[in-house]
């Protein structure tokens, strides 16, 4: 039982905590929660005419997912187009998850195995291109990818290629923007999570005589695993979501599911589809989350 | 610690082709920004072909009114935005570390971490829509000359500001020696004396590096400005991507080069604040 003193100081605790969290809550309802739940309102609604909703309930924002109305039969149909683009975002963040990974591993495993006086000045050059601007960093990869570019440039003076590749606009391009500007956020927990391997464990591998093979896939892939599960997540969850980099590399030709939902908004006319289509993408980040906070916890408690 | 793996001739922490692989890595992390402020110096309109190096461009854009404009509307936006959310993040910080643990507690962190979990665009188009309704109200109960102006976006920046203002300052708190305060309140110091005399100087460090990454992620925002504005509210980045459609020259890669110096110097100096003294 607690006394009446500890008692009254965990309410005056939880009272002040509150009372001084509150301004950033009012916030944070009024300008990122709050509009959520409208969202999902307007996901069950009928779309006007000339975008906008008309206030009358109706399931097709969602059945239009996955299927289209016939203009003239008035039937729905599987709606290739869609399926299309789906794929291409799923397809694209998982490639750009595995490739940030198969390069990203050995970064951070470098990193972590300079000497510490070293290390912050390497994890500095990670981190600030992960805080400079995204459409900035975007559009440098735009300039490379140009037929008259860096890229281009360097493969015909080495006479790889006699004729310039035209790789901008096309799913190479989304591919390799993506990879280049989420790649930090798959190697800062790599890092993190390889900093506190200890490297005896190498050593007494090693004196087992294991081969480089079985240690990497034996005893430090197994360990760094939380780390793999949140530089993953971490890269495939934006990745997803992108908007900027599939417009800026993929020029509008190629779309991913972000720009899918703003043609909902400014051209579609759409606005319950685009509706539906946010929330699809919200729960499927959510899901991967939850993943992310189960794995990490599991993590934890085993030590 | 490596010393038995030395002893047999190689260091166990090496990894043949991961060196190598990490310096080509940060060789192409580097490569397309330095090229990208390269060109800014360049004298010919081309993106491709060095014409000699000439600061015509930095001429061009800062005669450029439209630059001007979005530039100066880039900034009043992030310092609104970074004031506002390092203010109430403080605040939240203080309310939630270094005191009992409260029901509702993970509630707050959820809450003040959504903008890190919910994809920009959704945010985006959710402003969007509740903006929208907001001008339609006002409108209809003739108050139609607020739905205009700047509100609406410093409202929304300051929102996806608040997680990047309230981590570095919890951190700063989680780090602060409780016995100053315990002393100072044994002397008869207020709470409130004890707060402003001894927490808020030595919170200031973190405060101040909460503001600035507050700052920057204000400064950087595309897809929220881009779906929040109305017409003639363009920040920099909006405007930099609606450039992007057209025909480019090098006047983006020099307000781009200007954009990343001002980045790369309030990160610098974040980093210098939040480092651990060694």
């Given at each position: 039982m607690p006394s009446q003193a500890e008692a009254r100081a965990i309410t005056a605790s939880a009272r002040n905590g509150w009372l001084l969290s509150t301004p950033a809550l009012v916030i944070l309802s009024l300008a990122a929660v709050g509009p959520l739940l409208i969202v999902v309102i307007y996901s069950f609604l009928t779309p006007g005419q000339h975008g906008n909703v008309v206030w009358e309930f109706s399931t097709d924002g969602w059945t239009g997912i996955l299927w289209s109305k016939d203009?003239?039969?008035?039937e729905w149909m599987l709606a290739d187009a869609h399926l299309t683009i789906f794929w291409r975002s799923v397809s694209l963040s998982l490639m750009t998850t595995l490739f940030a990974f198969v390069v990203g591993f050995p970064t951070a495993w470098f990193i972590a195995t300079r000497p510490p006086k070293e290390r912050a000045l390497w994890l500095f050059l990670i981190t600030i291109p992960f805080w400079t601007n995204l459409l900035i960093r975007t559009y440098a990869i735009n300039e490379v990818l140009r037929k008259e570019g860096l890229m281009n440039t360097v493969l015909m003076g080495l006479g790889l290629t006699d004729a310039p590749i035209d790789?901008?606009?096309t799913q190479t391009a989304i591919f390799i923007g993506m990879t280049y500007v989420y790649l930090p956020l798959m190697v800062l927990p790599l890092f993190a999570a390889i900093d506190r391997f200890d490297m005896k464990l190498l050593e007494a591998a090693y004196d087992l005589y294991a081969s480089r093979w079985q240690v990497l896939r034996r005893i430090i892939l197994p360990i760094v695993k939380p780390g793999i599960i949140a530089g993953s997540i971490l890269v495939f969850v934006p990745s997803l979501g992108a908007y900027v980099t599939p417009r800026v590399l993929g020029g509008?030709?190629?779309?991913?599911i972000g720009n899918f939902i703003e043609l909902q908004f400014?051209?579609?006319?759409?606005w319950p589809l685009g509706a539906a289509l946010s929330m699809l993408l919200l729960l499927i980040v959510m899901a991967a989350l939850l993943v992310y906070v189960r794995y990490a916890n599991r993590g934890s408690s085993h030590g | 610690m490596a010393k038995s793996g030395a002893d047999r001739g190689?260091?166990?922490?090496r990894v043949p082709g991961f060196a190598i692989t990490a310096i080509v890595v940060f060789v192409a992390l580097y490569l397309p920004i330095f090229t990208l402020v390269a060109y800014?110096?360049?004298?010919?309109?081309?993106?491709?072909?060095?014409?000699g190096f000439s600061l015509d461009w930095y001429a061009r854009a800062w005669d450029n009114d439209q630059v001007k404009d979005a530039t100066l509307r880039s900034l009043i936006i992030a310092s609104f935005a970074a004031v506002i959310s390092t203010t109430v993040a403080t605040m939240a910080a203080l309310g939630t570390t270094r005191r009992r643990d409260f029901k509702g507690q993970t509630f707050i962190y959820v809450m003040i971490n959504q903008p890190l979990m919910v994809p920009e665009i959704v945010t985006a188009v959710a402003l969007m829509i509740v903006f929208g309704l907001v001008k339609v109200w006002l409108t209809s109960i003739g108050?139609?000359?607020?739905?205009?102006?700047?509100g609406y976006l410093i409202l929304a920046h300051a929102a996806f500001c608040i997680p990047f203002a309230y981590l570095p300052i919890r951190a700063r708190l989680e780090g602060m020696d409780l016995t100053l305060e315990t002393a100072a309140a044994d002397l008869y110091a207020t709470p409130w004396q004890t707060f402003r005399r001894v927490t808020l100087p030595l919170l200031a460090p973190g405060i101040i590096a909460g503001a600035m990454l507050a700052f920057v992620i204000s400064l950087d925002d595309v897809v929220i400005t881009e779906f929040v504005?109305?017409?003639?509210?363009?920040t920099l980045p909006t405007y930099m991507l609606g450039q992007m459609?057209?025909?480019?020259?090098?006047e983006i890669n020099a307000v781009s080069t200007m954009l990343l110096g001002l980045t790369v110097v309030l990160l610098t100096a974040f980093f210098l604040l939040t480092r651990k003294k060694t």
């Open positions: 203009i003239f039969t008035d790789v901008l606009y509008g030709k190629q779309m991913m400014l051209q579609g006319k759409n | 190689f260091q166990v922490a800014s110096f360049n004298a010919s309109t081309s993106l491709a072909v060095w014409g108050m139609g000359g607020l739905t205009t102006g700047l504005k109305s017409g003639g509210q363009d459609r057209r025909q480019l020259t090098p």
